[in-house]
């Protein structure tokens, strides 16, 4: 009797699962080399989560997986950079190199600085040009800066917050009697008559900037030296990054906006 040959069981059709995978994580790491070295591009922090988000969950022939051509991301438009948010934060960043550009004269007179942080683009006026000692009246020779100023906050869409601040010397005498009771009272006071100058000067928009007073309390510098003191005392003018005016139009405020807080850890 022959023998009966084995019957071989026939090999699955296709690519074996691991190697679609395998090819789904290539292309999401593609995309992501792509976003991070596009000249043009400034990949925001919302930019990334998004990135790293289509690397949870299930991949490949599996349900349920999130990727940047399928499901919740495709319905956000398919490239993450052609979201909203990072195109205004785009255009904020190419209105930090064009401040840069137009108070060159006062970043090297040292009147004013610029740098950005997590709240967005920050104009610091140095307080000892712009005020007398103790005093919360501004001098009309700072005029024309506040003018370069006002013409840049016009130009965005952002809302704008003014923040006073001053080193951790105790008020003096004179101080006391021109109302300054504390240093909270006078970095109120001084960026109360920025925001007052621009909005009435400057015809910067009412609803579009707002104030706040930090007294000593945010230092950027040590107060230990006369030159880090000269820096803590300074007027900041923060263009808020994601916080917009066309927020608050045909829209009923239930709430106080924007929602200035940030996380100082």
Request: proline share 5%; charged share 30%; aromatic share 8%.
């Amino acid at each position: 009797m022959a023998k009966e040959k084995k019957r071989k069981k026939s090999a699955p059709k296709g690519p074996p699962g691991w190697m679609v995978t395998m090819g789904d994580m290539n292309n999401l790491l593609m995309c992501f080399f792509i976003i991070l070295m596009g000249e043009e591009t400034v990949a925001t922090a919302d930019d990334f989560k998004m990135i790293i988000s289509s690397f949870r969950g299930n991949l490949g022939m599996m349900e349920g997986g999130n990727t940047i051509s399928r499901g919740k991301m495709a319905e956000m438009g398919h490239n993450v950079t052609a979201l909203p948010s990072s195109e205004k934060n785009k255009a904020l960043g190419k209105k930090m190199a064009k401040a840069q550009e137009a108070f060159k004269a006062e970043i090297q007179a040292k009147y004013i600085s610029i740098r950005e942080d997590e709240r967005g683009l920050i104009i610091s006026l140095a307080s000892d040009f712009f005020f007398d000692p103790g005093s919360a009246a501004l001098r009309e020779e700072m005029f024309p800066v506040l003018a370069k100023v006002g013409n840049i906050i016009k130009n965005v869409p952002n809302f704008i917050r003014i923040e006073g601040h001053t080193d951790n010397r105790p008020v003096s005498a004179t101080m006391l009697r021109d109302g300054f009771k504390t240093n909270w009272y006078l970095s109120s006071a001084r960026s109360l008559s920025v925001l007052q100058h621009l909005s009435e000067e400057e015809s910067v928009d009412q609803k579009q900037i707002s104030s706040a007073a930090f007294g000593e309390f945010r230092p950027i510098e040590d107060n230990s030296t006369p030159e880090g003191r000269a820096y803590n005392r300074r007027v900041d003018i923060v263009i808020l990054k994601e916080r917009y005016l066309e927020e608050t139009k045909d829209k009923r405020i239930n709430r106080p906006l924007p929602d200035e807080e940030w996380d100082w850890r």
